[in-house]
């Protein structure tokens, strides 16, 4: 993607930060990498709004790209090969600190460097995956925002099953070859029981399989969908949101952006505060923080937002109650 096609898609979103900016450092132009399963294309409205919200965060912290930081984009969609050709670019450049989101991005980068200081978010199991050493001190090049999702696992097959109470099948579509997404669609299973709900679970490869496996579900009645959030739901939510409306299956989704563009409810952490946080650390680096003295920490603020319009084309009226614990109420 070219960049001036990606600032004037950024900028046509709202901003997501506000307030005034740090005094900005006056030494020399730092490098700064990002990398992201985003597509870079302006009609990823998921990947331009992380992408805005960095660039404004670290904006905010006193970095300004074009002025005293240059931020080195490289978009990898869901393609492991073109992410693994951006990891190495990355670390041909030597920048000063990278930026990544996602476990496969984490591990790319580990291939190609254990030198360069990198801050990482979306990554599920950080010290299982041994990428760091441990939470309260990381070590090596390595800090940043681990993502455990699995506890709320039973959170959304209860909101599921408040907003649709009628749901007594869930199915799970989880990403192959991912363990992290094997660990949340079993705490699904586990936690689906006590609520009278049976699981389907099936894996995808590439975006046609959420097609597939949607359709077939479908099937028969009283379903619902749990999409968890991976690469490739990342790049296709707007299908998996056209296929659970042309199925009428009521889902639940772990980020706010997904029920924002449409899906009909979701539960997860605040995105926005996430990327502020990752960009404190980089601010920390880039002012001579070693990434292995900062404690890699969770989220600590969790969004429930609710889709009045999907809800309304599902046949579904909203519980009073479930309206009034919202965080966020798309009408």
Do not use: C
């Amino acid at each position: 993607m070219r960049r001036r096609d990606l600032i004037a898609a950024m900028g046509a979103l709202p901003l997501a930060l506000t307030g005034p900016v740090r005094a900005q450092p006056t030494e020399r132009t730092r490098r700064v990498g990002y990398l992201t399963a985003a597509t870079g294309s302006p009609e990823d409205e998921v990947g331009v709004q992380q992408t805005r919200t960095l660039v404004e965060a670290l904006r905010q912290l006193g970095w300004v790209d074009g002025r005293n930081i240059t931020i080195e984009h490289r978009f990898s969609g869901a393609g492991r090969e073109r992410m693994r050709s951006n990891a190495k670019e990355l670390v041909a450049l030597n920048p000063d600190v990278i930026i990544s989101f996602g476990g496969l991005q984490l591990q790319a980068l580990l291939v190609e460097t254990r030198t360069i200081p990198i801050v990482f978010t979306n990554v599920s199991d950080p010290v299982a995956s041994g990428f760091i050493d441990n939470l309260a001190h990381p070590g090596r090049n390595v800090t940043g925002f681990g993502v455990n999702e699995a506890p709320l696992a039973g959170k959304w097959l209860e909101l599921l099953k408040e907003i649709a109470p009628s749901t007594i099948r869930a199915l799970v579509i989880r990403q192959a070859e991912s363990r992290p997404q094997r660990v949340l669609s079993n705490a699904v299973a586990a936690a689906a029981a006590a609520l009278g709900i049976a699981v389907t679970t099936a894996v995808a490869r590439e975006a046609s399989d959420y097609d597939r496996e949607i359709a077939a579900f479908a099937r028969e009645p009283s379903g619902g969908l749990v999409a968890l959030s991976n690469p490739i739901m990342g790049l296709y939510y707007q299908q998996v949101h056209a296929l659970a409306a042309q199925y009428r299956l009521p889902a639940v989704y772990s980020y706010p952006i997904y029920a924002r563009t449409g899906g009909l409810i979701s539960y997860g952490p605040d995105q926005v505060q996430l990327i502020q946080e990752v960009a404190g650390y980089a601010d920390k680096i880039l002012r001579g923080a070693r990434p292995g003295d900062l404690p890699v920490q969770q989220p600590t603020r969790f969004l429930l937002v609710v889709n009045l319009k999907s809800a309304k084309a599902l046949g579904l009226t909203v519980p009073p109650a479930l309206l009034a614990r919202a965080d966020e109420v798309i009408e």
